[in-house]
């Protein structure tokens, strides 16, 4: 129950944070991203702030997480994937599940070809 | 093309942080969005799809109540329904299979000075950043 309440205050401050960014636009993102372009450097503030605020957190609880160590070819093509993708659409994951607020049907169509991919990944992991 | 907000887009990473450091010190778990939203609709052995759903659930509602005081929020997608596809599977698969997006790798992992993190980040950074030239400046497929 604790920690129920404790995620959705969470999701629900992180929700509020992405749409206050302007993370939820997808043609705000295309604009960081398009680095030749008439480049949009808003983000790169979103992700300054977010990080000063989370490595405070870290640090002050003296704890850490438990994570894989180590760079490998899953992590640098996975991530090159994502990119792609995040590219192409200006959608990841977090924006897109808290735009589905808006009921765009464009953030609909992403959301659940997202979700499809997750589940291709699960048959993939076991194959 | 966008209009640069610093200001507003600051004080949402702020929020994002917040959002992060909430889960950390009252839960001691990542706010790793890929992952919480693979493990609530696929909950592997790890179980635990309560507080997973709960966050889930909270994202739309945030976005919602920025909406409520601001106007609604714009979302204008470029991509049209075939290029969404791609793109939602390749940010599904490729997002399970590197361990982590924008707010696991690029808030959580960097702000924990993790290397895994940051190899990942400049990699989706410059794989995005590679797609958008393709398609805005040599194909020009966007405008």
């Known amino acids: 129950m604790r920690d129920g309440i404790v995620a959705l205050v969470s999701g629900v401050t992180f929700g509020a944070g992405l749409a206050l960014a302007g993370m939820t636009n997808p043609a705000k993102v295309?604009?960081?991203?398009?680095?030749?372009?008439?480049?949009?450097?808003?983000?790169?503030?979103?992700?300054?702030?977010?990080?000063?605020?989370?490595?405070?957190?870290?640090?002050?609880?003296?704890?850490?997480?438990?994570?894989?160590?180590?760079?490998d070819a899953r992590l640098v093509v996975g991530a090159t994937l994502f990119g792609v993708g995040w590219?192409?659409?200006?959608?990841?994951?977090?924006?897109?599940?808290?735009?589905?607020?808006?009921?765009?049907?464009?953030?609909?169509?992403?959301?659940?070809?997202?979700?499809?991919?997750?589940?291709?990944?699960?048959?993939?992991?076991?194959? | 093309m966008t209009e640069f907000t610093p200001w507003s887009s600051a004080l949402g990473g702020l929020l994002i942080g917040i959002a992060a450091a909430v889960l950390w010190v009252g839960s001691r778990r990542i706010a790793g969005i890929s992952g919480i939203v693979a493990n609530t609709i696929f909950p592997g052995s790890a179980g635990e799809v309560g507080w997973r759903s709960a966050f889930v659930l909270g994202l739309p509602i945030g976005a919602a109540v920025v909406?409520?005081?601001?106007?609604?929020?714009?979302?204008?997608?470029?991509a049209g329904p075939l290029r969404l596809i791609v793109a939602g599977l390749l940010v599904g698969f490729g997002t399970r299979?590197?361990?982590?997006?924008?707010?696991?790798?690029?808030?959580?992992?960097?702000?924990?000075?993790?290397?895994?993190?940051?190899?990942?980040?400049?990699?989706?950074?410059?794989?995005?950043?590679?797609?958008?030239?393709?398609?805005?400046?040599?194909?020009?497929?966007?405008?």
């Open chain 1, 30 to 71: 295309l604009g960081f991203l398009d680095v030749a372009g008439a480049w949009d450097p808003s983000l790169a503030f979103v992700m300054a702030a977010a990080l000063g605020v989370f490595a405070v957190a870290y640090r002050f609880t003296r704890d850490e997480v438990e994570t894989p160590s180590g760079v």
């Open chain 1, 87 to 127: 590219g192409l659409a200006g959608f990841c994951p977090g924006p897109a599940i808290a735009a589905l607020s808006t009921g765009s049907s464009g953030v609909v169509i992403f959301v659940v070809a997202m979700i499809a991919g997750m589940g291709l990944y699960r048959v993939f992991e076991k194959a």
């Open chain 2, 67 to 78: 909406a409520g005081f601001g106007g609604p929020l714009e979302v204008s997608v470029e």
């Open chain 2, 97 to 143: 299979l590197g361990n982590g997006c924008t707010s696991g790798h690029g808030v959580c992992g960097l702000s924990r000075g993790s290397v895994r993190s940051l190899v990942a980040t400049m990699t989706f950074m410059a794989a995005g950043a590679a797609t958008v030239f393709v398609f805005r400046h040599l194909l020009g497929a966007f405008e």
